[in-house]
C-alpha cells in the first residue's frame, strides 16, 4: 500500500528557504502513471496547490508561488521535495504531499499526513 | 484561474438527517471534480472523483452529482463519524488545481 511521508524542519526564519521531503514508499516514484505534488493548508483556512511534477523532472507551478517554489524529484531514494524561498509568515502551513494521476486531471488521490511549518524568527 | 465556491460554510445536521453540499465553479470543469473529507488533524481523504465516483471504502451513503458548473455532495444519512470539513476540487483546467473553501458539517 503507498505511503506519502513528509518530513523537514518545523520552524523557518522569516526570508529563508523552507525544505520540505517527501518520502514515497509501496510504489515506485518513477512509475509514469502518476505525478507527485504538495499542497497547503493555513491553520484554520483551506487547501492550496503548490506545484507538481513527474518523475522526469517536469514540472508545473502555482502561479502566486512559482517565482519561489521549486520541485524535485530523487528516483534513487524515491523521494522528491519542496523548497519555497523568501518565506513570511504567510506561508504558515501544513504541507501536505500527494500523489496525483497523470494525464490531462491530475486527480489527487493519496495523501501523506502532512506537516505543520511555521515561520517566525 | 478556476474559482470553486463551497455552500454553505456550515451545515448543521442532526444524525441519520440528509446532507446536501453545494459547490460551483467559476467556469465549466465537465465532470473533472473531487470531493474530499477533512477531520481535524488529519489529511483529507478522497471520497469522490469524476464527480460522482466513489472511491474504494467510501460508504454507499456518500454521492456525488453534477457536471459544469454546478455539483452537490450529499450524504444520505449522517453517522457521527461524517461530522468534518468537506472541500470540492476542480482537476480539469491547470495550472493551477483549486479547492473550494470547504464546507463544515456539524452536529446540530
Known amino acids: 500500500q503507498l505511503q506519502l511521508q513528509e518530513s523537514g524542519p518545523g520552524l523557518v526564519k522569516p526570508s529563508e528557504t523552507l525544505s520540505l521531503t517527501c518520502n514515497v514508499s509501496?510504489?515506485?516514484?518513477?512509475?509514469?502513471?502518476?505525478?507527485w505534488g504538495w499542497i497547503r493548508q493555513p491553520p484554520g483556512k483551506g487547501l492550496e496547490w503548490i506545484g507538481s511534477?513527474?518523475?522526469?523532472?517536469?514540472?508545473n507551478y502555482n502561479p502566486s508561488l512559482k517565482s519561489r517554489v521549486t520541485i524535485s524529484v530523487d528516483t534513487s531514494k524515491n523521494q522528491f521535495s519542496l523548497k519555497l524561498s523568501s518565506v513570511t509568515a504567510a506561508d504558515t502551513a501544513v504541507y501536505y504531499c500527494?500523489?496525483?494521476?497523470?494525464?490531462?486531471?491530475?486527480?489527487?488521490?493519496?495523501w501523506g499526513q502532512g506537516t505543520l511549518v511555521t515561520v517566525s524568527s | 484561474e478556476i474559482v470553486m465556491t463551497q455552500s454553505p460554510g456550515t451545515l448543521s445536521v442532526s444524525p441519520g438527517e440528509r446532507a446536501t453540499l453545494s459547490c460551483r465553479a467559476s467556469?465549466?470543469?465537465?465532470?473533472?471534480l473531487a470531493w474530499y473529507q477533512q477531520k481535524p488533524g488529519q489529511a483529507p481523504r478522497l471520497l469522490i472523483s469524476?464527480?460522482?465516483t466513489r472511491a474504494t471504502g467510501v460508504p454507499a451513503r456518500f454521492s456525488g452529482s453534477g457536471s459544469g458548473t454546478d455539483f452537490t455532495l450529499t450524504i444520505s444519512s449522517l453517522q457521527s463519524e461524517d461530522f468534518a470539513v468537506y472541500y470540492c476540487?476542480?482537476?480539469?483546467?491547470?495550472?493551477?488545481?483549486?479547492f473550494g473553501g470547504g464546507t463544515k458539517v456539524e452536529i446540530k
Open positions: 500527494a500523489r496525483q494521476l497523470s494525464g490531462y486531471y491530475p486527480l489527487s488521490d493519496q
Open positions: 509501496g510504489g515506485s516514484i518513477s512509475s509514469g502513471s502518476y505525478y
Open positions: 511534477m513527474y518523475y522526469s523532472g517536469s514540472t
Open positions: 467556469q465549466s470543469v465537465s465532470r473533472n
Open positions: 469524476g464527480a460522482s
Open positions: 476540487h476542480q482537476y480539469n483546467d491547470w495550472p493551477p488545481l483549486t
